[in-house]
């Protein structure tokens, strides 16, 4: 006889592909949801900064919604967005683009999801330097991808990566070398020669890149030194090489909720990144592509002024911090967040749920970005001074009463 009874909360969760019902939620979003209801957090675990999106951005949207750009769109994002794109990396870099090798997705998230559908089956492995923002290797091993994770080497105040413990680490199964400069969490800037090694080995070995440069346009070059952008795999490979970049309009133009980003792929892949795209969301909303148009071609000053006032920020929270013999940074070259480590620190984030109930300030436990990051905690700095002076204030109280 058939059973017929309604099944089980248990049996339920044991039919779900076992890869996606075994990932664990993210480390943030835990600190973040053990937080809520707690009076006077300083909230500095996610990466954003404080600012709404500005006018000339959300009006440009609000315009075409009215206007009642409603309907279905291009797959690959409307072609003024995609325009507008290549000539925004044209001016950044002063090489050419072609419109034909972006594509636009919902959030960058989303360019991360699309990557892994295009170039990866079930037991392939992706090489990750660790520590990483966690929206990398839990994605993958949903998937049935094997994240190999190649932890830097933490020295007082210095992160270095070991190239050759980052090739050693490819096996036969490896596909993809995802590269994270300016990196989350820890703000380290890949060198020229670094960059020009990935290429190589990549190059020679067959592997993909996937290269997150999501924080370009945040970097903070020594005293004395004018580039304003750090060094870049856009400016050493070829867009239509085994390469793929992953970008969003989040950080830059405050438009974290927007969720709307890009993809730079060879144009050989537009048929199969059009399908992703059909077969995941069906495009892009049109009204919030023309706000991100209104972002690329008005929103330099915006960007300027963001990228001072995350310097600003980082400057007062590591000149606070390094007061402190107990605790230990290496002082981030890009991106917005401090890497720090208390001393004694065995578990990050038990540590972060007492700074929140002990010292008002909530930080991302370092053990969220994987094997590298435990005993470290993420501070974001791209928030308004007064919070940054108050929370660094708390911090250091916190450490001489603990």
Not at 38 to 53: A, F, M, N, S, Y
Not at 74 to 80: L, M, T
Not at 216 to 234: I, K, Q, T, V
Not at 268 to 294: D, P, R
Request: hydrophobic share 40%; aromatic share 10%.
């Amino acid at each position: 006889m058939l059973d017929t009874s309604p099944s089980r909360p248990a049996e339920i969760l044991g039919a779900l592909r076992p890869s996606v019902a075994a990932e664990s939620a993210s480390g943030i979003v835990d600190v973040f949801n053990y937080a809520q209801g707690k009076p006077d957090v300083i909230p500095l675990w996610v990466g954003q900064g404080h600012l709404p999106t500005p006018d000339f951005i959300s009006d440009a949207a609000i315009a075409s919604l009215k206007a009642g750009e409603t309907f279905y769109t291009w797959q690959r994002g409307i072609p003024e967005l995609r325009r507008a794109l290549a000539d925004y990396h044209s001016r950044l870099y002063g090489i050419g683009f072609d419109p034909e090798n972006f594509y636009v997705c919902q959030a960058g998230m989303q360019s991360v999801q699309l990557t892994i559908q295009a170039l990866l089956e079930p037991g392939d492995e992706v090489v990750v330097p660790s520590p990483a923002w966690p929206n990398y290797a839990a994605p993958l091993r949903m998937a049935g991808v094997r994240p190999l994770e190649v932890t830097l080497d933490f020295n007082h105040n210095h992160w270095r990566l070991d190239l050759d413990r980052l090739f050693d680490s490819v096996t036969a199964k490896t596909k993809v070398l995802l590269m994270n400069t300016p990196g989350n969490p820890l703000g380290r800037v890949m060198t020229r020669a670094e960059i020009i090694a990935v290429r190589d080995f990549a190059r020679k070995r067959g592997l993909w890149i996937v290269a997150d440069e999501v924080y370009a346009r945040f970097y903070f070059p020594e005293p004395g030194r004018n580039d304003a952008l750090p060094p870049s795999f856009l400016e050493h490979c070829d867009r239509d090489e085994r390469i793929i970049f992953c970008n969003t309009f989040s950080k830059n133009w405050a438009m974290t909720g927007w969720r709307v980003g890009w993809m730079i792929a060879p144009k050989i892949m537009g048929g199969v990144v059009e399908n992703l795209v059909q077969y995941n969301t069906s495009g892009t909303t049109t009204f919030l592509q023309k706000g991100c148009l209104a972002a690329l071609e008005q929103g330099e000053a915006f960007v300027a002024a963001q990228v001072a006032q995350a310097r600003t920020g980082r400057d007062i929270i590591c000149d606070a911090l390094d007061s402190s013999a107990e605790i230990e940074f290496a002082r981030p070259e890009g991106a917005f967040y401090l890497f720090f480590r208390i001393a004694g620190t065995q578990d990050s984030t038990a540590l972060s749920r007492r700074l929140i109930d002990e010292a008002g300030v909530g930080l991302a436990p370092g053990s969220a970005f994987g094997p590298g990051g435990e005993g470290f905690l993420r501070l974001c700095f791209a928030r308004k001074r007064e919070h940054l002076e108050v929370a660094a204030e708390r911090l250091l109280s916190w450490l001489k009463r603990r």
